[in-house]
C-alpha cells in the first residue's frame, strides 16, 4: 500500500486528496497545513490518518511513503528538497521549481538518494493526452506543420491573489501558459527558436504572454497564456494529412476531434476518473510499486526542458523573481 502525504491545503490538494480514495494500492497517509485546524478539517474530510500544524512533521511521518506538494510556486524547490532530505518520494506541482538551476538540484538529489520524484503535471497522465500522443507518434495526421495553443481567463484584479502576488510566483506564464508550452514540447521536442511578447502589471508579473516557437521539422508553435481575456482553452494540432483538435478545457480534455484528408471529423470521447488527477496518482503507484525514481511518461528530462523554456520565455518577456538563480 502507498501512503500519501500532501502539504498545502488549497483548492488543487482537495481534488488530489479525493482522486486518491479512487486509486487501487494507495491511501492518504498525513497532511499538513499552517493551521492546525485547517488540516484537522482536510484530514477529517478525506479521511487522512494524520493531520499536522508544519510541513516539517509530515515529510518525518515514518508511515508516509510520497509527498505531494501543493504548496505556492516558490515554495516548490525549498518543500522537495526538505521532502528528499527526510527520505521521501516527491511529486510536486507544476512548476516543478522557479528555474532550471532549482529543477536541477532536485533530480540530482533525488538520484542521489534513490528516490522517485516526479513533476505532477496532471496533464501528460490524462487519457486525451495519451490518445493525442499515439496519434501522432503513429502519424495519424502525418508530419505536424502547426500548434495553435491557448488558455485565457479573466483573473481576479485582487493584489493579494496567489495569482498577482510577485512573491509566490505569480502571472500567466507559470500558472496557465505552461500547457501550452508542454503540449508543444512533448509532441514537437524542444524548440530551435522562440520569441515572446509579454505583458506585466504593477506587481512585476505577466497579465498576458504571447510565444512562437519553431522546430528542427519546420513546425510552428502559436502559444497564449491571458489572466485579462477569456480564451478559447484549447489545443489544435495541424497535420500534414488532418488535424487533431483537443477541445476545452484541452489541458484536461475529455473530448478529442480528428480530422484526417479533409474527411468528416471523428469525435472521441476520452472520459476522467474523478476530477482527473487520478491519472498521475496511478502513475505514481506504479512507478513505487516497482521501484522506480522515475515516471517513463513525465520524465526528469522533461522537466528539465520544460523549465528551460519556461526561463527563456521569462527572459524574453523581462519576467523575473527573487529567487536563487
Not at 502576488?165 to 500567466?172: A, F, N, P, V, W
Not at 476518473?273 to 526528469?300: F, P, R, W
Request: glycine share 6%; aromatic share 8%.
Amino acid at each position: 500500500m502507498v501512503k500519501f502525504g500532501i502539504i498545502g491545503l488549497g483548492r488543487i490538494a482537495h481534488k488530489f486528496a479525493h482522486d486518491i480514495a479512487l486509486v487501487d494500492g494507495c491511501t492518504l497517509q498525513a497532511v499538513g497545513s499552517r493551521s492546525k485546524e485547517k488540516a484537522k478539517e482536510f484530514a477529517s474530510r478525506y479521511k487522512a490518518v494524520n493531520y499536522y500544524d508544519s510541513y516539517e512533521q509530515v515529510a518525518t511521518d515514518p508511515e508516509v511513503d510520497v509527498i505531494y506538494i501543493a504548496t505556492p510556486h516558490t515554495l516548490h524547490y525549498e518543500n522537495t528538497m526538505m521532502c528528499l532530505d527526510a527520505g521521501k518520494a516527491v511529486i510536486c506541482e507544476k512548476p516543478f521549481a522557479m528555474n532550471a538551476n532549482e529543477v536541477a538540484h532536485m533530480i540530482h538529489t533525488a538520484k542521489e538518494k534513490s528516490l522517485f520524484l516526479m513533476e505532477a503535471l496532471w496533464t501528460r497522465f490524462v487519457p486525451a493526452t495519451l490518445k493525442v500522443k499515439q496519434l501522432i507518434d503513429s502519424k495519424a495526421i502525418g508530419k505536424i506543420t502547426s500548434i495553435s495553443s491557448s488558455f485565457g481567463f479573466v483573473a481576479a484584479h485582487d493584489p493579494d491573489s496567489r495569482l498577482n502576488r510577485h512573491d509566490l510566483g505569480g502571472g500567466s506564464l507559470l500558472d496557465i501558459g505552461i500547457y501550452p508550452i508542454f503540449i508543444s514540447l512533448l509532441l514537437l521536442g524542444d524548440p530551435i527558436e522562440t520569441h515572446a511578447i509579454g505583458k506585466l502589471n504593477a506587481s512585476k508579473v505577466d497579465q498576458r504572454c504571447s510565444i512562437l516557437m519553431k522546430f528542427e521539422n519546420d513546425a510552428i508553435a502559436a502559444l497564449t497564456s491571458d489572466f485579462t481575456t477569456k480564451l478559447p482553452n484549447e489545443t489544435i494540432i495541424y497535420g500534414s494529412n488532418g488535424k487533431i483538435k483537443m477541445h476545452e478545457p484541452f489541458h484536461h480534455t475529455r473530448m478529442l476531434s480528428l480530422e484526417i484528408n479533409e474527411q468528416p471529423s471523428q469525435v472521441l470521447e476520452l472520459p476522467l476518473i474523478g476530477n482527473g488527477y487520478a491519472h498521475e496518482i496511478e502513475e505514481v503507484v506504479y512507478c513505487l510499486q516497482n521501484n522506480k525514481i522515475e515516471s517513463d511518461l513525465m520524465t526528469h528530462q522533461l522537466s528539465r526542458d520544460l523549465i528551460r523554456n519556461l526561463d527563456q520565455v521569462r527572459s524574453l518577456i523581462g519576467l523575473e523573481y527573487d529567487v536563487n538563480k
